[in-house]
């Protein structure tokens, strides 16, 4: 079993629409969560934290559910500028190693 | 500004070449990363530093090697005995003050073989 597991996509969703993304994570102990987001050829630039009680900036959400090992991100009223690979990462300790998920790929068409 | 910043931007290697990336942080950042991304895969830790003069192997270090001088320096070279260099080279720094572990990346380096 891969430490950071993602559904690879891609999703195709109008613009407007709302669109989900899971991760899961193997190891218990994990302390910190994040997403990134990556656009074509460029380099993974961070769009948010995951804390334990959930967060939201604007039209972004991420859960975290320690118990079941995953972590989501939800964004509503998806822009044509949303569409990117989104990378799920996952700290397992406090060495400072991140682990990151393949990434789900996100299309919004018009 | 601040930041992170990786040349060249694209690089050719020749067979039995040995080639070195360069990584530069103006963050005053502790940690540096160096990762590989091959398409359609996540990122993968090839070495790691969290204080100059010591470095830490990742999970695919062989064929690469590092050297941590100065904080804001860590220079990667990919030796000729990595035989599949062809991908997305990506440093990143972090600073390892609190719990906050963000990772910032560099704009990447592609390396492509001749």
């Known amino acids: 079993r891969k430490e950071v597991e993602q559904d690879p996509g891609p999703f195709n969703v109008p613009e407007g629409a709302t669109v989900a993304f899971n991760c899961t994570y193997s190891n218990s102990a994990s302390q910190s969560f994040f997403w990134y987001r990556q656009d074509c050829r460029k380099e993974p630039k961070l769009l948010m934290s995951v804390y334990s009680s959930g967060n939201e900036d604007g039209r972004f959400t991420a859960q975290l559910n320690r118990a079941s090992q995953y972590i989501s991100l939800l964004i509503r009223d998806s822009k044509l500028s949303d569409s990117a690979t989104y990378l799920c990462v996952v700290n397992p300790s406090n060495t400072g190693k991140l682990i990151f998920g393949q990434g789900t790929t996100l299309q919004v068409k018009p | 500004d601040g930041g992170i910043t990786q040349s060249p931007k694209y690089l050719f290697r020749k067979e039995g070449q040995n080639v070195t990336l360069s990584c530069e942080q103006n963050l005053n950042h502790d940690a540096m990363y160096w990762y590989r991304q091959d398409p359609g895969q996540g990122l993968r830790l090839i070495y790691y530093?969290?204080?100059?003069?010591?470095?830490q192997k990742g999970d695919i270090a062989e064929g690469y090697s590092v050297s941590r001088e100065k904080k804001e320096s860590f220079p990667l070279t990919v030796t000729s005995a990595q035989k599949n260099p062809t991908a997305f080279y990506l440093c990143?720094?972090?600073?390892?003050?609190?719990?906050?572990?963000?990772?910032?990346f560099g704009p990447g380096t592609r390396l492509l073989v001749l």
């Open positions: 990143a720094s972090s600073s390892l003050e609190g719990v906050e572990e963000t990772q910032y």
């Open positions: 530093s969290q204080i100059v003069n010591d470095f």
